[in-house]
């Protein structure tokens, strides 16, 4: 599968920005989809996944309350809602695709980023003072 994230920008702190990720390649909902990111400097860090139907989310304690995790199956692709965006949430944000159709994710599996078997190439996120 390939993806390809879109939506990275400049916003001020406050502000909002909506990520997107579509993929093509295996019927999408074979996969739970997960967000992560990666600051200049830092090791790349979880911060949201999405079961194959939707029907569970999770997110890194940093973003609960002002990110949100949805997706499309009719097109193929992941949304993720950045509402009071702060500066330490700079980074490149990357999606990545999961192949396990409706298994289930075990206790700390959606944030290790070794379940998943496709990245896409990346985003830029950047939150202004």
């Known amino acids: 599968v390939q993806l390809v994230e879109s939506g990275g920008g400049l916003v001020q702190a406050g502000g909002s920005l909506r990520l997107s990720c579509s993929a093509s390649?295996?019927?999408?909902?074979?996969?739970?989809m997960g967000w992560f990111r990666q600051a200049p400097g830092k090791e790349r860090e979880f911060v949201s996944a999405?079961?194959?139907?939707?029907?569970?989310?999770f997110y890194t304690d940093s973003v609960k309350g002002r990110f949100t995790i949805s997706r499309d199956n009719a097109k193929s692709t992941v949304y993720l809602q950045m509402n009071s965006l702060k500066p330490e949430d700079t980074a490149i944000y990357y999606c990545?695709?999961?192949?396990?159709?409706?298994?289930?994710?075990?206790?700390?599996?959606?944030?290790?980023?070794?379940?998943?078997?496709?990245w896409g190439q990346g985003t830029q996120v950047t939150v202004s003072d």
């Open positions: 390649g295996r019927p999408f909902s074979m996969y739970a």
């Open positions: 990545a695709a999961d192949l396990r159709y409706s298994r289930p994710f075990l206790d700390g599996e959606p944030q290790d980023g070794r379940q998943y078997e496709y």
């Open positions: 999405i079961t194959s139907n939707g029907g569970t989310t």
